[in-house]
């Protein structure tokens, strides 16, 4: 099914609506702007509006879906970063912090491995790239988030990468309670 039928109009998986000439005639009347709307059928009333305005905003039907894009739209450096290395680097960063012992590392450093292979199993790891991306830019403009909720404090990675502030480790917290089939 590429549309769902609404109450007013016909929202297409694409984002694109399709309406009714007297509901995008309505929408004309309240002033709103009617570029990028696509019609149900091409009527009298569509021809004779389409005489009158530029090929770019004539209306049309809609018969396809545009292809989704399902590229991140983050920056290259962060598309093409090596999330191991970059766990591992905060990973030393909190031992320095933190003064861990050589158990507590090597303890961290599997548990990181572990939930890494369970990132790359459900296909997650362009999500954690993103993650870093936002994190980084509220750093950057030094914008305050929440400490963490929900099942997701139970990663370790996100803790390290700062998406929360609860140690998962510390707590004892089990990563299936996150991820999990």
């Not at 739209?73 to 909190?94: C, F, G, H, M, R």
């Not at 599997?110 to 870093?132: F, G, H, P």
């Amino acid at each position: 099914m590429n549309k769902i039928s609404l109450k007013n109009r016909d929202l297409w998986q694409d984002g694109d609506s399709s309406l009714s000439y007297d509901e995008l005639e309505r929408l004309v009347m309240r002033g709103a702007d009617i570029a990028g709307l696509f019609v149900d059928e091409i009527t009298s009333k569509v021809k004779q509006y389409n005489l009158y305005v530029s090929k770019e905003r004539q209306l049309t039907t809609k018969k396809d879906v545009k292809p989704l894009d399902f590229s991140w739209n983050i920056p290259e450096e962060y598309i093409n970063l090596d999330i191991a290395k970059y766990v591992t680097s905060k990973l030393v960063q909190e031992a320095k912090l933190k003064s861990l012992t050589r158990e507590q590392i090597f303890e961290r450093m599997a548990r990181s491995a572990d939930e890494l292979i369970l990132y790359e199993k459900y296909n997650a790891m362009d999500i954690l790239r993103a993650l870093i991306y936002i994190i980084n830019t509220l750093d950057a403009h030094k914008i305050v988030w929440g400490i963490g909720r929900g099942s997701c404090v139970a990663s370790y990675i996100l803790y390290l990468i700062g998406v929360h502030d609860v140690d998962s480790i510390k707590y004892e917290l089990d990563i299936v309670d996150f991820l999990h089939d």
